[in-house]
């Protein structure tokens, strides 16, 4: 069975963005992005992987949740019983 784990971003306080997300910084959102790569995948994204999730998420960290579903639902990503 495979394990389940909830990607969690790191915080920063009183700095919010819309809809109350924590504001990350470009290096928060680079660790971000490599972390859901390893999380989801078990790998470190490639280059263009990482400049294509930065460029996905934007100044928008509510973004997080649908780069999540985009790797969940790419053919790496095997769910095994």
Same mark, same amino acid.
């Given at each position: 069975m495979q394990r389940v784990t909830r990607v969690t971003l790191p915080t920063q306080p009183d700095a919010t963005g819309p809809r109350g997300v *924590?504001? +990350?910084g470009l290096g928060d959102l680079r660790n971000a992005v490599t972390s859901l790569y390893q999380?989801? +995948?078990s790998r470190? *994204?490639?280059p263009s992987e990482l400049d294509y999730g930065l460029t996905?998420?934007?100044n928008d960290g509510t973004r997080m949740k649908e780069l999540a579903w985009l790797l969940f639902n790419v053919d790496e990503f095997i769910y095994v019983r």
């Open positions: *924590p504001a +990350l999380r989801t +995948l470190k *994204p490639s996905y998420i934007g």
